[in-house]
């Protein structure tokens, strides 16, 4: 089998970057719809709100970076236009929204398909012996699945 600069198995790598974009595309359509809430956000809890999904998409566009720049660094292209996302992305866009519960649902759920997608390149990066890949989604599914826990005690689940 073909090996690629880095020592990589070239079409497990080229899989690898195609499952990479895919999740990319998740992160922008959830990063944009978190500044939705952010903006829109209404109400009694509306101060604390507005800064926890601050917080949140600051996060997400650190990890959009590192995600984009782990496609490059294995020889591919990251995704980066939104007609793409849109085509990709598995989450919705969500407008509109200012009930911070409903926000906050919508975080939630949105983290459920990042978390298992990412658990899907984990696996797959395993098998393509890709180290960096591979601890990069573990470092996110141990701190997101940490965030769930903390969201989903707010909605008093
Ligand atoms: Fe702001």
């Known amino acids: ?23 990319l595309s998740n992160y922008q359509i959830f990063y944009m719809n978190v500044r939705g809430y952010h903006w829109n956000i209404k109400g009694d809890n509306f101060f604390e ?9 600051d996060d997400l566009l650190l990890k959009i970076d590192e995600i984009a720049e782990r ?16 085509e990709k992305s598995e989450i919705p866009e ?4 200012s009930d911070g519960k409903e926000a906050m649902g919508n975080i939630v759920e949105s983290f459920g398909k990042i978390i298992s997608k990412q658990r ?3 696996n797959m990066a395993g098998d393509a012996d890709d ?21 989903r005690s707010y909605l008093g689940q």
Do not use: C
Not at 15 to 23: I, K, P
């Open 1 to 23: 089998m073909a090996k690629n600069f880095i020592g990589l198995d070239t079409e497990k790598t080229e899989q690898l970057a195609s499952a990479l974009n895919d999740l």
């Open 49 to 57: 709100l507005h800064v926890k999904f601050e917080e949140l998409y």
């Open 71 to 86: 496609v490059l660094t294995l020889g591919h292209r990251p995704a980066h236009a939104y007609s793409t996302y849109m």
């Open 94 to 97: 969500r407008k509109d929204v």
């Open 120 to 122: 899907e390149l984990l």
């Open 131 to 151: 180290e960096g890949t591979n601890a990069l989604m573990s470092d996110y599914i141990s701190e997101q699945e940490k965030t769930v826990w903390m969201y």
